[in-house]
């Protein structure tokens, strides 16, 4: 499981590969919600488009990686974001995408220089492609979601300026971070 206090370590490793992205905070009322207050972390302002590249960053920067570089399926954010902390950090990438990946992603993983493979039409066919590419080549893989790395990067928004409470047991895709507390 893990622990705040492991989110805390490794949150210094990856603030200088990051943005801060900003926070807003509305009314309710103005949506048409009474009572509520909406708050909003803008991590589409971030390297790559989503909060993603948070746990793309803290596996490139807490494991070793090897020459055969990173390997990671996805169906296009977390590629993207692999694919930009790999070019960010000089490490080979290998991106397997299904073909129902958007053209838009797709670009961007190529964009950020990576070697893309569309296989299979959906994420489960991109996995095990991958899967099969790390037993091949020794790469290192990035899982979009089950891996401790990868949340452990996510799991920083406690760190973002929000009142948060440490909650076990947090749901998918991000197990591990604190949920909001009124």
């Known amino acids: 499981m893990i622990t705040p206090e492991q989110i805390s370590s490794t949150y210094p490793i990856i603030r200088p590969h990051i943005r801060r992205t900003p926070i807003i905070d509305l009314d309710g009322a103005d949506f048409g919600i009474t009572a509520a207050r909406l708050v909003f972390?803008?991590?589409?302002?971030?390297?790559?488009?989503?909060?993603k590249s948070r746990g793309a960053f803290s596996n490139l920067l807490t494991r070793t990686v090897p020459a055969a570089g990173v390997v990671a399926a996805s169906g296009g954010n977390h590629g993207a974001a692999v694919a930009f902390a790999a070019m960010r950090r000089q490490v080979p990438a290998k991106i397997f995408v299904p073909t129902v990946a958007s053209s838009t992603k797709i670009q961007q993983i190529s964009d950020y220089g990576a070697d893309l493979v569309v296989s299979g039409e959906r994420y489960a066919d991109a996995l095990a492609a991958s899967e099969a590419w790390v037993a091949q080549s020794?790469?290192?893989?990035?899982h979009a979601f089950d891996q401790d790395e990868t949340l452990l990067g996510q799991g920083e928004f406690q760190f973002i300026g929000l009142p948060l409470k440490w909650r076990e047991g947090t749901g998918s895709p991000i197990r591990a971070v604190a949920v909001f507390d009124k």
């Open 41 to 51: 972390k803008l991590e589409s302002l971030q390297h790559a488009g989503s909060f």
């Open 138 to 142: 020794g790469a290192m893989p990035i």
